[in-house]
């Protein structure tokens, strides 16, 4: 079975711009949670996504959105980019999202804003 | 609300030695526990987790942990270490107990295994 799949891997953008992350769950799995790591803020929560409704979300402005699909997958979206933004967005899966449920994460995209 | 805390953000041991990496927890309800390995540039791996059945979980890679619950704690242990255990390693807690997806994480602890 393929793991969790992120597109892009590495991603270089300007203050002001915005981008939008994309991560492929295991198949049949129907949550999906984005986490920021940051070498200042360790790992932080995003938001969680269950059949394509957001079910939990962390303490990050409204720049930061995000959809799931019909067919699990999931994008982020960061409008209007700080500097401050630059890190690895790591997306996990897990197939019942329970709380007891392994999450099982991709490689992580690595955003750096200039 | 839950709340995990790993004592030492660095840990360094010789090739062959016990591996202990602390992890003590905070939690109004029973807790769903986590330890996850990060390569570099790779994304978290499972070593293993406590989800209220044995408190001595096995993991992969020689890896256990045990949950205390008197003493609120979930600490990793090996019994020798190998040059390839070096990672970094973070203990999370499953943060809403009738809804999964999110998990929070200690600081981390970068473990380094000297030849």
């Known amino acids: 079975k393929a793991g969790v799949t992120q597109t892009p891997r590495y991603l270089i953008k300007t203050r002001g711009q915005q981008v939008t992350l994309s991560c492929s769950p295991i198949s049949g799995h129907r949550s999906v949670s984005w986490y920021q790591q940051t070498p200042g803020q360790g790992l932080q929560f995003l938001f969680e996504y269950f059949s394509e409704t957001q079910r939990n979300k962390g303490n990050f402005p409204g720049r930061f959105s995000g959809r799931q699909f019909s067919n699990s997958r999931s994008e982020m979206n960061v409008s209007t980019l700080e500097l401050g933004d630059s890190a690895l967005y790591l997306c996990?899966?897990?197939?019942?999202?329970?709380?007891?449920?392994?999450?099982?994460f991709g490689p992580g995209t690595r955003l750096t804003v200039l | 609300a839950q709340s995990v805390t790993q004592l030492g953000s660095h840990v360094s041991v010789s090739e062959g030695a016990l591996v202990l990496l602390r992890c003590n927890y905070s939690s109004s309800v029973p807790p769903y526990l986590f330890w996850y390995v990060q390569y570099p540039n790779q994304g978290l791996q499972l070593l293993l987790k406590y989800t209220s059945a044995a408190t001595l979980v096995k993991g992969i890679n020689g890896f256990e942990a045990e949950f205390k619950k008197s003493e609120t704690s979930f600490h990793l242990t090996k019994p020798s270490a190998h040059m390839s255990d070096a990672a970094e390693y973070f203990c999370?807690?499953?943060?809403?107990?009738?809804?999964?997806?999110?998990?929070?994480f200690g600081q981390g602890t970068e473990l380094s295994v000297k030849p």
């Open positions: 996990a899966s897990s197939s019942r999202g329970t709380s007891a449920d392994t999450q099982y």
């Open positions: 999370a807690v499953s943060a809403n107990y009738n809804q999964g997806g999110k998990l929070i």
